[in-house]
């Protein structure tokens, strides 16, 4: 049996676009460090689910705006951007719960930015290096198109799907690198696949 790494924190935060492979890695570092992992779309279904479009516009964009196909891939990037912000709050407090009770997780999700993960303290909760953040990024286009289809050959080419990934990639490393929170690619961590 291998022995568990070493953990220099307490939260640590994987976001990244969607297509990057974020859950496959997320599932191996929990693994390895022996933590539990906490899906940040399980939370977007369950604030959906619990509020109304009128309470969250937001989060409820997809089943109410009248022709999402007709949107661009920045306009697309731009409203997830928002349902980032939108939760904020929501996985600020999340995260201020595992620093108070001690209890190690990996968050792991497309939702997750730089912002949150530059704070130095959750709802009162000093982060004092207990959380930390990688945020995943692959700059190829064609990568990003390549794995929706090895992912979801039924649906076909996504070449608007991986255009979207692609430019919250290019904002996500902006804004890591602003906040000094470097993005890295999956090589970087170790991950292979």
């Known amino acids: 049996m291998q ?16 297509g990057v492979g974020k859950t496959s890695v997320s599932y191996r570092l929990a693994r390895r460090f ?94 004092e290096g207990r959380v930390r953040a990688v945020f995943l990024h692959e700059p190829d286009e064609a990568q990003l198109a390549a794995n929706y289809l090895a992912r979801e050959p039924e649906r076909g080419a996504q070449t608007k799907r991986a255009r979207v990934s692609w430019l919250k990639g290019q904002w996500l490393a902006r804004e890591a690198e602003r906040r000094r929170t470097p993005p890295r690619d999956r090589k970087a961590l170790g991950d292979r696949s």
Request: hydrophobic share 40%.
């Open 34 to 127: 022996g933590v539990g992992i906490t899906e940040v779309d399980d939370f977007q279904v369950l604030l959906e689910r619990m509020t109304t479009p009128e309470q969250q516009p937001v989060l409820h964009f997809w089943r109410t705006h009248s022709d999402p196909d007709r949107l661009s891939a920045l306009e697309i990037m731009e409203q997830g951007l928002e349902v980032g912000e939108t939760m904020a709050p929501g996985l600020e407090a999340v995260i201020a719960n595992h620093l108070e009770t001690n209890t190690p997780m990996v968050l792991e999700g497309d939702f997750i930015h730089p912002s949150l993960a530059s704070r130095t303290s959750f709802a009162g909760q000093a982060n």
């Open 3 to 18: 022995a568990l790494a070493a953990r220099q924190w307490q939260v640590l935060l994987l976001g990244g676009p969607s």
